[in-house]
């Protein structure tokens, strides 16, 4: 027979059918190579045999105090391993498998808030409130300039945060999953940005309620904006890391912020203005920016396939 290799660690630790253990034990006897390599898997064996060992006996009822801290388990009996012969429950995780693709999408959708960051939801909350309170306050002309500047900088830093590269609690678990990373990251995107749009459109739509400008108005004041600041806050957080995609975000932001005071003026205040506005290119670069960025993160060699799964 060849060398058999891939076969010496079943041979060492007794589990090969008797047949093919005894072809295994003639070649020993004649190849010093492989009986060299099987004598290093004994060594192994007996290495991991006493540090097993020495390891105590967990007491009893540890794995039941473990499930029970379980959130939504489902459990399904299965014999037990152990030598009282009983019958253990154990959890099964069925959150995203099975089922058509509309109910996968939904439930992993629903997975993704328990693995977001739940500070987002309050800072995210409180600065739009103060923002469309603030737009709320000014004269009607002007409410459509602070929804621009409160609203796409609010949604940036919010998608950094909870889709930026390595920003995931539970990365052992994710990347175990079956899911793969691209359905990971857009419900993940579709979950953030998803809740700050919705926000935002309520209070566009409770200020022209109260009169401070069109509802037309107040939504582009803000749609292109956000589509776009978003995107590139995305992309850099997930293909580099979110401190890159906050910073950029940020410093796109202050750059309206300076064009708004006139300390910005020539080239630079008028591509700002034309980045700053709602219109059919700025939102088509900022979802061609979003579709690129999830097509290449599964190619990606080694931190966003470490973050998300694959």
Avoid: K
């Avoid at 603030?134 to 609010?154: D, H, I």
């Avoid at 919705?198 to 409770?206: E, F, K």
Wanted: net charge positive; glycine share 12%; aromatic share 6%.
């Amino acid at each position: 027979m060849t060398h058999p290799e891939e076969l010496l660690a079943a041979f060492v630790a007794g589990t090969l059918p008797a047949d093919r253990a005894g072809q295994v034990a003639r070649h020993l006897a004649d190849c010093p190579g492989c009986a060299e390599e099987a004598t290093a898997w004994r060594r192994v064996a007996g290495a991991v045999g006493e540090r097993a060992a020495a390891v105590p006996v967990p007491p009893a009822g540890l794995l039941d105090a473990v499930l029970s801290r379980l959130p939504d388990r489902r459990r399904t009996s299965r014999a037990s391993v152990g030598s009282g012969g009983g019958r253990v429950v154990v959890p099964r995780y069925s959150g995203v498998l099975g089922g058509a693709a509309p109910v996968r999408a939904v439930r992993i959708l629903t997975h993704q808030r328990r693995l977001i960051d739940r500070r987002i939801w309050p800072v995210a909350g409180a600065v739009l409130g103060i923002g469309a309170g603030f737009a709320a306050w000014v004269p009607p002309g002007s409410s459509g300039s602070v929804l621009a500047v409160v609203m796409p900088l609010v949604a940036a830093l919010g998608l950094a945060t909870a889709c930026g590269n390595g920003a995931d609690p539970a990365v052992e678990l994710v990347a175990a999953s079956p899911t793969g990373v691209r359905a990971v990251l857009l419900a993940r995107l579709t979950l953030v940005l998803g809740a700050i749009l919705a926000a935002a459109s309520v209070a566009s739509l409770g200020l022209a309620w109260l009169g401070a400008g069109a509802p037309f108005g107040l939504f582009a004041a803000w749609l292109g904006p956000m589509a776009l600041l978003s995107a590139v806050s995305f992309a850099l957080s997930v293909l580099w890391r979110p401190a890159v995609g906050i910073g950029v975000a940020m410093t796109l932001w202050a750059l309206r912020m300076l064009s708004d005071a006139g300390s910005v003026d020539g080239v630079t205040s008028h591509l700002v203005e034309f980045v700053w506005r709602t219109s059919g290119p700025m939102l088509l670069v900022a979802a061609l920016l979003v579709a690129g960025t999830v097509a290449v993160v599964p190619y990606l060699p080694t931190a966003p396939v470490r973050a998300y799964g694959r």
